[in-house]
């Protein structure tokens, strides 16, 4: 008898309910993004993301059922995201996931969203073997974890200040270029010369896998300034291009170095920021001279997604890891630290 899985995801500014079958064939995948909505304040508002998934959780979870050619009495078990995140986003999430639960009589699975992300490479990939290094990158988290078996994570390196999605929607902010920044960034240094302008990398203490991305930041800011100041024109381009490459060298040499120190020849990556262009062509190269393979989710499973819950969902099914109804959204909910 097939396991099929509803997931739901509200950690932050998308609505979405996805339909997953055996841990394999997605059925559905809906998403409401709310970017339009945010647009005007340039980045997420926190009261104003509750308030529109309570709008449009309901419709959401009933495209994905249409889509997916379920009802409710088909679905096995019900996955949802209860941190980290926004609280009040994640409470609208977590109550519909809590009341399909009782109402169906059916098991409630609490999902960490950072799991959700890793877990998107099992739905592209999934013969992947373990052990495996993921390097998460998102607008909250650049986070480098060791996963020695399914369900295990050990948390190699993380950033100490600024993730490298905020550092890229901040710079962007500062030149102009609208919300959200990743995307406009990574498209507007095609046309530049990463080389341009010398920032620095912040690679910390030697040894350490920790990310800082907040000196960066504060030197594209001084940059933008001083060029303002003396009245100089400013290649855009160039900017995106060398700050890019700045975030890019970082991440790559370390997520390396976490693959060299443990002996892990499969590298993941996870999280909006796993998108970006010129980081898949750095690790591709730089992991294929250090004999790794990289794998990467494909571009729609980058971004907050269900889909990534349901799959994560159903491995904790197979488990038995069930939350009781109590189940609460924990917005600091650490990666391995499930708090039931």
């Known amino acids: ?176 270029l609208g919300y959200p920044g990743g995307p406009l960034i990574d498209n507007l240094a095609r046309q530049g010369n990463s080389q341009a302008v010398k920032f620095p990398r912040a690679f910390l203490e030697e040894g350490s896998l920790d990310f800082s991305f907040s000196g960066l930041k504060s030197a594209v800011l001084n940059y933008l300034n001083r060029s303002k100041m003396l009245n100089e024109e400013i290649n855009r381009a160039d900017l995106a291009a060398s700050f890019q490459r700045a975030v890019v060298e970082v991440l790559v040499d370390k997520t390396i170095s976490a693959a060299r120190r443990t002996g892990v020849k499969t590298i993941i990556t996870a999280g909006g920021v ?21 794998f990467f989710p494909p571009l729609n499973l980058c971004t907050d997604n269900a889909a990534m819950i349901a799959c994560a969902g159903y491995y904790k099914y197979l488990r038995g890891d069930f939350a009781p109804l109590s189940l609460n959204a924990i917005p600091g909910l650490t990666l391995g630290q499930d708090k039931y």
């Not at 019900?78 to 926004?86: E, S």
């Not at 970006?276 to 393979?293: H, P, S, T, V, Y």
């Open 1 to 176: 008898m097939s396991v099929i899985i509803l997931g739901i995801e509200t950690s932050c500014d998308e609505t979405s309910s996805s339909v997953l079958v055996d841990g394999a064939e997605l059925r559905s995948n809906i998403i409401s993004s709310q970017i339009e909505v945010h647009q005007k304040f340039g980045g997420v508002v926190p009261e104003v993301a509750s308030r529109k998934h309570l709008e449009n959780i309901n419709s959401v979870i009933i495209e994905s059922l249409e889509k997916a050619e379920v009802s409710l009495k088909d679905i096995t078990a019900v996955a949802v995201t209860y941190g980290p995140g926004l609280v009040g986003a994640l409470l609208v999430g977590v109550a519909a996931a809590k009341a399909l639960s009782y109402a169906l009589d059916i098991p409630l699975i609490g999902v960490n969203h950072l799991e959700g992300h890793i877990s998107a490479n099992f739905l592209a990939q999934p013969g992947l073997e373990f052990p495996l290094i993921c390097l998460v990158v998102s607008g909250g988290h650049s986070d480098i974890v060791y996963l020695p078996n399914r369900g295990e994570y050990q948390l190699l390196g993380r950033t100490r200040d600024d993730a490298a999605g905020e550092a890229f929607d901040k710079v962007a902010r500062a030149m102009g």
């Open 274 to 294: 796993a998108a970006n262009g010129e980081l898949r062509n750095l690790l591709l190269e730089k992991a294929g001279e250090a004999g790794c393979k990289v």
